[in-house]
């Protein structure tokens, strides 16, 4: 490889590229990595000035399939370790035919995934519990496993990270999708490119089904991690006894991103609904910012509805699961906790003398902002609410939500150029004066914070609302309750997998 200076490259109209100023090089070089042209990642051969451009973006993001894992150690040499921002581990899983996609997975089966991702955990983790910590830098790891017959039968609406799957980006006028629906397929629920009936309960159980990693509890720890993101589009969901174990795992974890999903059969509620409490409170205290969502579905609905036992009572649980996330916030410069537990729940176990000395911003969903809630139980929570936010001195975000299908509200409470104001924004009429005292308890938050009077308004919502999806997108909430990408996925999952009543 050449030196510096850089070759006397030429182009058409006989420029010297050595004679561009290295600032302008470094933009067009920029540009050229932007487009990431087929075979954009060789022009770093050319000299030591484009690898040093062309290197930092070539590694800054490796998505690595089960078999990339192995080759791992010799893909990244060590000076390039520190390029490396963030790994994508995409697990592919074993097929399953027509024979099968109806039932559950069997043990054999389940067993054979399990051990496939556990194999490739180990080996990213055996691989880069070597790499420096670099907080300033920070990495990400993001898991997701999948089978690609996911999406072949039942679910072929559904993203599960596949290679050919269209992204936002790739979704524009006039341009072709990689991955279209199916025309006709009735014996999956398919007609016409119209989904006619919900999948077999069982289907929905194979696709949901859990990932219990016992043997990975033998993997090395890795403290170059600091950041987690398991996104939504991973269907199975971790045991608490799994996740218990990945978290040990990364003891300089800064921030985690979680999209789980709910879960209704009583068995799997006794074994996964302690993993809400589990990981939470086993998140490492080098923890600052927090992102969880609880996603469901139509198809989850359905199962819900088949398995339910009517005596089960979730309310004691979703009060323990409030009070852990209330304690765990004190420690927090960013909490959002959409769906898993309700705020009515995190500021009733939120103590008269708790102090937030960090918090910076903080999102909660309640289904007290429903329309058909009673306004008096909705004014007391936004009174709870004022009361916490007096002892929460960074504070400048607050959002207290509820979204599903043709209903959306926010209560925001946001600080920007030196201005408090809250906004009630909602497809429903919603007017913060007829809310006894809520006004007057976020004044005083406001007077505390910048010895101002609050600004109070209403932001109407206008546009229909088909899914939970469409509710955040539309609510426009001032901070991340979920990844863009998942949202992108949420409503357009809704808006092709929507059963046809033709």
């Given at each position: 490889?050449?030196?510096?200076?850089?070759?006397?490259?030429v182009?058409?109209?006989?420029?010297?590229?050595?004679?561009?100023?290295?600032?302008?090089?470094?933009?067009?070089?920029?540009?050229i990595?932007?487009?990431?042209?087929?075979?954009?990642?060789?022009?770093?051969?050319?000299?030591?000035?484009?690898?040093?451009?062309?290197?930092?973006?070539?590694?800054?993001?490796?998505?690595?399939r089960y078999?990339?894992?192995?080759?791992?150690?010799?893909?990244?040499?060590?000076?390039?370790?520190?390029?490396?921002?963030?790994?994508?581990?995409?697990?592919?899983?074993?097929?399953?035919?027509?024979?099968?996609?109806?039932?559950?997975?069997?043990?054999?089966?389940?067993?054979?995934?399990?051990?496939?991702?556990?194999?490739?955990?180990g080996?990213?983790?055996?691989?880069?519990?070597?790499?420096?910590?670099?907080?300033?830098?920070?990495?990400?790891?993001?898991?997701?496993?999948?089978?690609?017959?996911?999406?072949?039968?039942?679910f072929?609406?559904?993203?599960?990270?596949?290679?050919?799957?269209?992204?936002?980006?790739?979704?524009?006028?006039?341009?072709?999708?990689?991955?279209?629906?199916?025309?006709?397929?009735?014996?999956?629920?398919?007609?016409?490119?119209q989904?006619?009936?919900v999948?077999?309960?069982?289907?929905?159980?194979?696709?949901?089904?859990?990932?219990?990693?016992?043997?990975?509890?033998?993997?090395?720890?890795?403290?170059?991690?600091?950041?987690?993101?398991?996104?939504?589009?991973?269907?199975?969901?971790?045991?608490?006894?799994?996740?218990?174990?990945?978290?040990?795992?990364?003891?300089?974890?800064?921030?985690?991103?979680?999209?789980?999903?709910?879960?209704?059969?009583?068995?799997?509620?006794?074994?996964?609904?302690?993993?809400?409490?589990?990981?939470?409170?086993?998140?490492?205290?080098?923890?600052?910012?927090?992102?969880?969502f609880?996603?469901?579905?139509?198809?989850?609905?359905?199962?819900?509805n088949?398995?339910?036992?009517?005596?089960?009572?979730?309310?004691?649980?979703?009060?323990?699961?409030?009070?852990?996330?209330?304690?765990?916030?004190?420690?927090?410069?960013?909490?959002?906790?959409?769906?898993?537990?309700?705020?009515?729940?995190?500021?009733?176990?939120?103590?008269?003398?708790?102090?937030?000395?960090?918090?910076?911003?903080?999102?909660?969903?309640t289904?007290?902002?429903?329309?058909?809630?009673?306004?008096?139980?909705?004014?007391?929570?936004?009174?709870?609410?004022?009361?916490s936010?007096?002892?929460?001195?960074?504070?400048?975000?607050?959002?207290?939500?509820?979204?599903a299908?043709?209903?959306?509200?926010?209560?925001?409470?946001?600080?920007?150029?030196?201005?408090?104001?809250?906004?009630?924004?909602?497809?429903?009429?919603m007017?913060?004066?007829?809310?006894?005292?809520?006004?007057?308890a976020?004044?005083?938050v406001?007077?505390?914070a910048?010895?101002?009077?609050?600004?109070?308004?209403q932001?109407?919502?206008?546009?229909?609302?088909?899914?939970?999806?469409?509710?955040i997108?539309?609510?426009?909430?001032?901070?991340?309750?979920?990844?863009?990408?998942?949202?992108?996925?949420?409503?357009?999952?809704?808006?092709?997998?929507?059963?046809?009543?033709?």
């Open positions: 490889m050449s030196s510096s200076p850089p070759l006397p490259i182009n058409e109209n006989g420029v010297n590229w050595s004679l561009i100023p290295s600032e302008l090089r470094e933009m067009i070089l920029k540009a990595v932007r487009c990431k042209n087929p075979g954009w990642g060789s022009h770093a051969a050319v000299s030591k000035e484009w690898q040093s451009v062309i290197e930092v973006e070539n590694f800054c993001r490796l998505k690595l078999e990339c894992v192995f080759q791992l150690e010799h893909m990244v040499a060590p000076e390039r370790q520190k390029l490396v921002r963030h790994i994508w581990l995409n697990i592919g899983l074993f097929d399953y035919n027509c024979g099968n996609c109806h039932i559950r997975e069997n043990r054999y089966n389940r067993e054979s995934n399990n051990i496939k991702i556990e194999t490739a955990l080996r990213l983790f055996s691989v880069i519990c070597h790499w420096p910590w670099q907080p300033e830098k920070g990495l990400k790891l993001e898991l997701n496993a999948y089978s690609d017959s996911d999406s072949q039968h039942f072929q609406h559904y993203y599960i990270g596949a290679e050919h799957e269209e992204s936002p980006e790739e979704v524009r006028p006039n341009r072709v999708l990689a991955r279209q629906l199916p025309a006709h397929d009735p014996t999956h629920g398919w007609i016409d490119d989904r006619v009936f999948p077999p309960t069982e289907s929905i159980w194979r696709l949901f089904s859990a990932m219990f990693l016992t043997g990975f509890r033998e993997s090395p720890r890795v403290a170059a991690v600091t950041s987690l993101v398991i996104r939504r589009q991973l269907r199975r969901c971790f045991s608490p006894f799994t996740l218990q174990v990945l978290l040990d795992k990364l003891p300089c974890l800064l921030e985690i991103s979680y999209e789980s999903w709910r879960t209704w059969n009583e068995d799997w509620k006794e074994i996964f609904f302690p993993s809400k409490s589990i990981f939470s409170r086993w998140i490492p205290r080098s923890v600052k910012r927090i992102v969880i609880e996603d469901t579905n139509d198809d989850i609905t359905t199962a819900m088949f398995y339910a036992d009517p005596l089960w009572d979730s309310s004691a649980l979703d009060s323990q699961i409030g009070k852990v996330f209330a304690d765990r916030s004190l420690q927090l410069e960013q909490l959002a906790a959409s769906f898993m537990t309700d705020a009515r729940h995190f500021f009733h176990h939120c103590q008269k003398s708790s102090v937030w000395p960090r918090l910076q911003s903080l999102a909660l969903t289904s007290l902002l429903c329309s058909t809630s009673s306004r008096e139980r909705a004014a007391a929570l936004l009174r709870a609410a004022a009361k936010a007096l002892n929460m001195p960074k504070l400048h975000t607050m959002a207290l939500w509820y979204g299908r043709r209903e959306a509200c926010a209560f925001i409470y946001k600080i920007k150029a030196g201005t408090a104001s809250i906004t009630a924004r909602s497809t429903w009429y007017d913060l004066n007829h809310y006894p005292g809520v006004i007057t976020w004044n005083n406001s007077f505390k910048l010895h101002r009077d609050i600004h109070v308004s932001d109407p919502i206008q546009e229909v609302i088909e899914s939970h999806g469409d509710a997108h539309y609510l426009r909430l001032p901070c991340t309750v979920i990844d863009t990408v998942s949202l992108w996925q949420i409503r357009r999952e809704a808006a092709r997998g929507r059963i046809s009543v033709n």
